[in-house]
């Protein structure tokens, strides 16, 4: 049984390196250069799948991307992957395969089952009984449906491999490198453009490799071995087999997948198993080929029926008859090429069945001929054990065979052409559809624009790869095509056998039946469109691939209209499937997105800091002081500390902006709501900033470092939105001004110091000569100063914990180094380092705004800000959130919340009711926006909006959290808990 | 998608972000019936199928705003310049 | 106060690994990180670009380049970034006087920023260099495209770069956001590893 179906010499296997592989468990054996396909067929597996719906047994049909039948489980454990088709999968030594969607076995899979329910399962079978009661669509229908039908299994664990992303450039994509593709690679090569030349196969060459052919002198394939030789020799050009184009995009963009380490067991190290590449092409061509068209009649689908193309592919490339006697169904002179390359390798031809009346080609000696006949049904289950034909004269009879090859013409694969929106448009003379409107850059060549004859498809290559690269400016020489043997290429479609026995698919992978389509042009499904849909004809992986033109002609068919009527549906990328970890390359776990590390990182790392993402920022959340600590404790003890003592907390993650020129205090009192032109030197002042639409998008601080510097700061999460806004109101509102910002966000590490001992540790930090007393730093004072001998510094004494506090920024090569001086200058101080929490508890104390109210929803009215807004000038914002119903005294306004409860632990979002209200919109009084434990009030404490807050401090409302399933009494107080006549940070 | 950044060249667009119509001026604020008019300045857009003129930061390169002009039916692009003539003059 | 001086550290100290790593028996990458380099922003100011190009070519004899292009001369690099806006790097005796040589030459006529701490510097070069950048960097990399004294600031990975060839080896120098030098280091290193890559200290 060993390779019982090879051939003793021939193809483009490499004898000398046999494989052993695995098929559900069985140990075969095959050949480097073949597939998994091929290998199969040449050890006579012919049952290698069990269809999506009724679990039919499924052979191999094709010998490329688009096969539906043979879909396998390729590999094990992590590295399993389902549905690979079995035509692409080159064999590698160990490969280890199984069929899928069956059980308990191949030959045996209950599941077939389905077949016997076939009625049932017609298209529109789940619209139509799936349909009620809702609730039974999660829990019962779908687990149901998707245990019945479905294709292979995912893998449960994490991919082992790597996968990367990259980029590439050329003038020329040439797109498939058979015939067609090499010739315009090569003109366009030769003329010194950068030429990117791609290819889904491992070898070049195209349908060259499938059949024998005579190019000029030589053969084909000498042809192409020579043209790959140039090729090679030029640095202008990068060859790239096992490469998909799967998608065009806009503007010369082409999705490629590269599988560089597929055809082997596992990657190499350092090396990825696939790498998905963005291609930016001046000009494509093209040269994808065609698909050959199946025959739709009684059990087409059955192991042993195949495409005749693919059939010759096996016998000359692969050296493998895959049945031995075979019966050709043919409306094309193809067939008779089939039937001689069969003949050639020894096979029987038991008969030849073309549905022309009047073929006038002329059938091989000795082989049964029948004009105008066709296949009604094929017999056998597992494998084809016969056919049963109508000859022209409408009697029937039996021939015996073990496998048919079908030829109906062919589907030019006008895939991409697609991509862009363009609709392929029907052609009566080639039978075919044919490009239609073609993305930009892009022409096609060959067979993919139904130039069929290998004469035509290497003119179309010279000359459209020659002026591509004309258009961009080169010189390409013309080459002329050479003379190639004659082919014969005559066809008439047969798109179905309308006497048929028997199941006829149309779609073999989403197993849609030429009925199923008459069904829905019964229902009035009639739209190409809606027929897709309906019958799901075309909508599995293969994207319709060997079925969707069948489909289009038997709906035409049905409804009395031509093709050109009917139409076609189009395609969508990606051609063929591409894995999601190779559109993710490596933005995988903590490569999802990058991560900013803030200059105390690695010393908050050594304290053993519990760290927190905000915006692409880590930062510290708390330090707990032992292992368990929690976080409450944890922040806790840092505010008592920090209020009572001294706490450092990183504030580098502050959006910083460095302003300059003559007109910055002009452009401040336009971005801001306050007035900034009058700051003096030596000052910073707070600011906040709202959005044209009158909502407050950011706040923070500006210091005027000199006459014409300054210095702006915003929040973490808010600068990079801050700066764009800030270059648009620059760029496209006042470029009058005289101003030029610069973001210093990373120039300078800055670390907040505060509490009553913050000057304490900070003049032993600053060097002598600057006087750090009260009097002559205040409160909102800024400068530049020395610290630690001579190392340039900027203070700014600005609070947001409300205590004593002065921010300190130092060049970022000194973070490191300065926060570790802060802790041993803090330390006879009992200082303590603060993280997020107890920042933003310190903050809720006080009363300051910050994300949970800047959300985009809030006018600075909202806020209880408005005495912030000028009302000398306009600013950005300012007439729209003047507007009426924005300043309606009925609009909910900020307070701040106290449960009655004080360890009621309030939650975010809860809505705010009255007492006995119900829960209802025009009962709303407002949100929580913000909540945190005080533990210097020992209480839980909130801040948010309420509904005319303001007259209504000392009222008792309701906090009602619907989501999280908690409700408490609340009073309505004041927002600011601690120290309210902020005596503390002046001190 | 790739689009022209007239201080770059060419460039993908994952390097830019978008910002919407151009061709809008901010109204006087000092005008009687300003409100209004920065009703319309905010939210009002012709939202056109065909060529249409787009404010695009290049925010991942040059940083200038520029303007694009597209075709929203094709994606077409077919031209941009800067949007301030003081980036255009710097840019010289 | 003694106790309390500090000491400097670059933006990718703590991460960079000195020695061999990647695939054994070839070297198709070598990273090292650009330190003793200054850098600072300058900024012409409105309408004086002219003069700015003047005065810098008195003081540091080169002209400011035009979009897409470096000039160096002495130890300074002026890489075009934005309009009217360049990077400036010093190196040498330059590191130590390059904000104050351009503050000088600027006068009134730019703005002048030290962003000598805001980015790590890395530079990339060898015969795998291109292939391994071609991995994040959108741009055209190829001789016929990018040549010794190109520029561009672009978007690589997820990281907005500042990218310029400082010869044909061909060598890289790529600046980015010194908060994300580990992640960056982290997508250089895996995209070098198939080449074998060192990595200098």
């Keep these: 049984m060993k390779n019982s179906n090879r051939l003793a010499s021939g193809g483009l296997i490499d004898r000398a390196k046999p494989l052993s592989f695995q098929f559900d468990g069985k140990t075969y054996q095959g050949y480097a250069g073949d597939t998994l396909a091929s290998a199969l067929l040449a050890n006579n597996v012919q049952l290698v799948a069990r269809s999506f719906k009724y679990h039919r047994p499924r052979g191999v049909l094709t010998a490329g991307s688009e096969e539906p039948n043979a879909l396998v489980e390729l590999r094990t454990g992590a590295r399993h992957e389902p549905n690979v088709r079995a035509t692409m999968a080159e064999l590698y030594e160990g490969l280890n395969a199984r069929s899928q969607n069956r059980w308990p076995s191949l030959a045996f899979d209950l599941g077939a089952v389905n077949s016997l329910l076939s009625p049932f399962f017609a298209a529109g079978f789940y619209y139509k009984t799936f349909m009620w009661p809702a609730a039974f669509w999660e829990k019962v229908y779908e687990p149901l449906i998707r245990r019945a039908a479905g294709l292979g299994k995912p893998p449960l664990s994490d991919d082992p491999d790597s996968y990367e992303k990259a980029f590439a450039h050329c003038d020329l994509l040439v797109i498939g490198a058979g015939p067609a593709g090499l010739a315009a690679a090569l003109t366009a090569a030769r003329s010194g453009a950068r030429v990117i030349l791609a290819d889904e196969g491992p070898m070049l060459g195209g349908r060259l490799l499938s059949d024998r052919r005579i190019i000029g002198n030589q053969s084909g394939l000498d042809w192409v071995k020579a043209i790959e030789a140039e090729l090679g020799s030029f640095p202008n050009v990068r060859i790239m087999p096992r490469t998909t184009i799967f998608g065009v995009y806009d503007h010369g963009v082409y999705g490629a997948l590269e599988r560089v380490n597929d055809h082997v067991a596992t990657p190499p190290a350092h090396e990825p198993r696939q790498r998905a590449y963005r291609i930016y092409a001046k000009r494509a061509v093209l040269a994808a080929g065609a698909i050959e068209r199946p025959h739709v009649f009684g059990n087409n689908d059955r192991p042993g029926v195949m495409l005749g193309s693919a059939m010759r592919t096996y016998l000359n490339r692969y050296a493998v008859v895959p049945t031995k006697r075979v019966a050709i169904f043919t409306s094309s002179d193809e067939g008779y090429a089939t039937a001689q390359d069969l003949i050639n390798a020894g096979a029987s031809v038991q008969a030849i069945i073309d549905s022309r009346k009047d073929a006038t080609i002329s059938a091989p000696k000795d082989v049964p001929y029948f004009k105008g006949a066709k296949i009604l049904r094929a017999l056998g289950n597992r494998q084809v054990q016969g056919v049963e034909i109508e000859l022209a004269d409408g009697s029937t009879r039996i021939l015996d065979c073990d496998g048919v090859a079908m030829s109906n013409g062919w589907n030019p694969a006008v895939h991409l052409t697609c991509h862009q929106g363009g609709r392929p448009v029907w052609d009566d003379k080639t039978n075919a559809f044919l490009p239609g409107k073609l993305p930009a850059g892009l022409s096609v060549a060959g067979a993919a624009q139904g130039h069929f004859s290998l004469k035509d498809t290497l003119t179309d290559g010279f000359r459209l790869g020659a002026s591509a690269v004309d258009d961009l400016g080169f010189k390409a020489h013309a080459i002329a095509a050479p003379d190639t043997d004659p082919e014969s290429l005559a066809h008439i479609p047969l798109w179905r056998v309308k006497t048929s026995k028997g199941k006829c698919f149309v779609d073999f992978q989403h197993d849609v039946t030429d009925t199923d389509i008459e069904l829905a042009n019964r229902e009035g499904f009639r739209s190409v469109e809606h027929m897709k849909r309906y019958t799901t004809l075309g909508m599995a992986t293969d994207q319709g691939k060997t079925s969707n033109i069948s489909g289009l002609a038997i709906l035409g068919e049905a409804s009395g209209r031509s093709m050109a009527e009917v139409g076609t549906t189009i395609f969508r990328p990606p051609y063929t499937p591409v894995a999601l970890g190779a559109l993710a390359g490596h933005h995988v776990h903590k490569g999802f997105r990058p991560t900013r590390l803030t200059p105390s990182h690695q010393w908050a790392e050594e304290q053993g800091a519990v760290f927190m993402e905000t915006g692409l920022w880590l930062r510290a959340q708390y330090f707990p002081k032992k292992k368990n600590e929690s976080w409450l404790d944890a922040m806790n003890r840092e505010v008592e500390i920090t209020r009572s003592k001294v706490g450092v907390c990183d504030v580098s993650t502050l959006g910083k902006i460095d302003l300059q020129g003559k007109d910055v205090g002009t452009f401040l009192d336009r971005v801001y709501t306050g007035t900034f032109s009058t700051l003096p030197v030596g000052k910073v002042r707070y600011g906040l900033m709202m959005r044209e639409d009158g909502f407050v998008q950011d706040d923070g601080t500006t210091a005027r470092l000199s006459e014409n510097r300054w210095l702006m700061t915003t929040t973490t999460a808010g600068a990079g939105k801050v700066m764009a806004h800030l270059e648009f109101c620059h760029q496209v509102l006042w470029p009058e001004l005289d101003i030029a910002f610069t973001s210093v966000t990373e120039q300078w590490a800055q670390y907040s110091i505060a509490g009553p001992h913050a000057r304490d540790v900070l003049k032993k930090l600053v060097d002598p000569q600057h006087d750090m007393s009260n009097e002559a730093f205040t409160y909102m004072a800024c400068g530049a100063i020395t610290i630690c001998n001579g190392i340039p510094a900027r203070l700014f004494r600005i609070s947001f914990s409300g205590e004593l506090a002065y921010e300190i920024g130092v060049p970022n090569r000194y973070g490191d180094a300065l926060i570790r001086a802060i802790m041993k200058a803090g330390e006879e101080f009992g200082i303590t380092p603060y993280g997020l929490e107890a920042l933003s508890t310190m903050r809720i104390e006080k009363g300051h705004v910050a994300g949970g109210e800047l959300n985009g929803q809030t006018t600075p009215r909202d806020l209880g800000l408005i005495k912030m807004v000028s009302q000398k000038k306009d600013c950005i914002g300012k007439h729209m959130s003047e507007r009426p119903a924005m300043l309606d005294a009925d609009r909910p306004i900020f307070v701040g919340l106290k449960p009655k409860n004080p360890q009621a632990k309030l939650t975010g979002g809860a809505h705010f009711l009255d007492k006995g209200a119900k829960p209802s919109l025009d009962n709303d009084l407002g949100h929580m926006m913000s909540v945190a434990y005080s533990p210097m009030l020992k209480s839980w404490i909130g801040l948010g909006i309420v509904k005319r807050g303001r007259e209504r401090i000392g009222d008792t409302i309701r906090a009602v959290d619907f989501v999280r399933g908690t409700e408490f009494e609340v009073e309505i107080c004041d927002p600011v808990f601690f120290d309210p006549q902020g005596e503390r940070l002046r001190g | 998608m790739r689009i022209p950044c007239p201080f770059c060249g060419p460039r993908d667009s994952q390097e830019f972000s978008f910002l919407g119509q151009t061709g809008l001026k901010r109204p006087d604020p000092n005008a009687p019936d300003a409100q209004k008019q920065f009703h319309d300045y905010v939210h009002i857009r012709d939202n056109k199928a065909g060529l249409t003129k787009e404010l695009w930061l290049h925010a991942n390169g040059c940083r200038s705003w520029i303007v694009v002009e597209r075709n929203t039916l094709t994606h077409e692009i077919t031209g941009s310049e800067f949007a301030s003539p003081l980036t255009k003059e710097a840019a010289q | ?201």
């Excluded at chain 3, 070297?27 to 100011?45: D, Q, S």
């Excluded at chain 3, 810098?56 to 009217?84: E, H, R, Y």
């Design chain 3, 1 to 201: 106060m003694a106790d309390l001086s500090l000491s400097p550290r670059s933006a990718l100290a703590p991460f960079l690994h000195a020695g061999h790593h990647g695939a054994e028996g070839k070297t198709g990458v070598k990273l090292r990180e650009v330190t003793a380099c200054a850098l600072a922003e300058l900024t012409a100011f409105k309408g004086q670009k002219a003069a700015l190009i003047k005065s810098t070519q008195n003081a540091f004899g080169v002209a400011l380049p035009a979009a897409n292009k470096s000039v160096s001369k002495d130890g300074v690099t002026f890489i075009s970034v934005s309009p009217g806006k360049w990077l400036v790097t010093g190196e040498g005796a330059a590191e130590h006087d390059l904000v104050e040589r351009l503050e000088n030459a600027a006068g009134s006529l730019a703005a002048v920023v030290n962003q000598s701490d805001a980015r790590a510097v890395v530079e990339i070069s060898g015969d795998k260099a291109r292939s391994a950048l071609a991995k994040g960097v959108m741009i055209d990399l190829d001789p016929a495209a990018f040549k010794t004294g190109d520029a561009a600031t672009s978007f690589a990975v997820q990281f907005w770069i500042t990218l310029w060839q400082t010869n044909d080896a061909p060598t890289y120098r790529l600046a980015i956001f010194r908060s994300m030098g580990r992640d960056l280091l982290h997508w250089l290193e895996s995209s070098a590893a198939e080449f074998g890559y060192d990595i200098h200290g």
